[in-house]
């Protein structure tokens, strides 16, 4: 395996790095979206509450391939917009993760005691200030742990960039296994790869966790 490691290591590096680079933009994106759409969850106007419930239902029902092939195969085919795996991947697992990301943060919401915009509008600020300065604060304190397990999951789900040619950790697991022919000691490495870099995570979420508690 060690040998195998070193003979492509190059290759391995190249998946290493778009896989990082992949969940990193994913990642940020999916948690704006996703708290914006939690918010909107929670306002008074039923016409956004229903916008948002409407997003979040049908991107958490839909499989993770659906969404990218989508931005992979149909959008290309009927609009002039062209996107690479990469591309398409990436686009595809924000909005696949920020569904849930959106349900967790709503939870975080509805946990904060409703006192708690009462007082901060009695005292001059508007929803938009209350919701910034004083519920989302309080609500991801709460949804630590959650949204920890939802960053986890959306590196292990990159792996559908091997789909779409995204030249990820997967695929180009994928070819070394082809080429050399040794395929446990090929996915034993991606999958120590992939443990490289969800381990920290879950760690770091752990400590953030009660750093905050």
Same mark, same amino acid.
């Given at each position: 395996?060690?040998?195998?490691?070193?003979?492509?290591?190059?290759?391995?590096?190249?998946?290493?790095?778009?896989?990082?680079?992949?969940?990193?933009?994913?990642?940020?994106?999916?948690?704006?979206?996703?708290?914006?759409?939690?918010?909107?969850?929670?306002?008074?106007?039923?016409?956004?509450?229903?916008?948002?419930?409407?997003?979040?239902?049908?991107?958490?029902?839909?499989?993770?391939?659906?969404?990218?092939?989508?931005?992979?195969?149909?959008?290309?085919?009927?609009?002039?917009?062209?996107?690479?795996?990469?591309?398409?991947?990436?686009?595809?697992?924000?909005?696949?993760?920020?569904?849930?990301?959106?349900?967790?943060?709503?939870?975080?919401?509805?946990?904060?005691?409703?006192?708690?915009?009462?007082?901060?509008?009695?005292?001059?600020?508007?929803?938009?200030?209350?919701?910034?300065?004083?519920? +989302?604060?309080?609500?991801?304190?709460?949804?630590?742990?959650? +949204?920890?397990?939802?960053?986890?999951? +959306?590196?292990?789900?990159?792996?559908?960039?091997?789909?779409?040619?995204?030249?990820?950790?997967?695929?180009?697991?994928?070819?070394?296994?082809?080429?050399?022919?040794?395929?446990?000691?090929?996915?034993? +490495?991606?999958?120590?790869?992939?443990?490289?870099?969800?381990?920290?995570?879950?760690?770091?979420?752990?400590?953030?966790?009660?750093?905050?508690?």
């Amino acid at each position: 395996m060690f040998n195998l490691l070193s003979e492509n290591w190059s290759t391995f590096l190249l998946g290493f790095w778009n896989t990082i680079l992949c969940s990193v933009i994913a990642l940020f994106f999916s948690l704006v979206i996703g708290s914006g759409f939690a918010i909107l969850e929670t306002v008074p106007s039923k016409f956004w509450r229903g916008v948002a419930k409407v997003y979040v239902e049908i991107f958490r029902n839909i499989p993770l391939l659906v969404v990218t092939m989508v931005f992979y195969l149909v959008l290309p085919t009927y609009t002039p917009l062209k996107l690479t795996g990469f591309q398409a991947g990436t686009i595809g697992l924000s909005i696949y993760s920020s569904a849930f990301i959106a349900e967790t943060v709503r939870s975080g919401i509805n946990s904060v005691g409703e006192g708690q915009m009462e007082g901060a509008r009695s005292n001059g600020m508007t929803y938009w200030q209350a919701m910034r300065y004083v519920i +989302l604060p309080q609500a991801f304190k709460i949804v630590i742990p959650a +949204l920890g397990n939802q960053f986890v999951n +959306l590196i292990k789900n990159s792996s559908i960039l091997a789909f779409v040619a995204g030249f990820d950790l997967m695929y180009q697991g994928d070819i070394v296994a082809s080429n050399t022919f040794q395929t446990i000691p090929s996915y034993v +490495l991606v999958g120590i790869f992939y443990l490289i870099l969800t381990l920290p995570m879950s760690y770091y979420m752990q400590y953030l966790e009660k750093k905050t508690a």
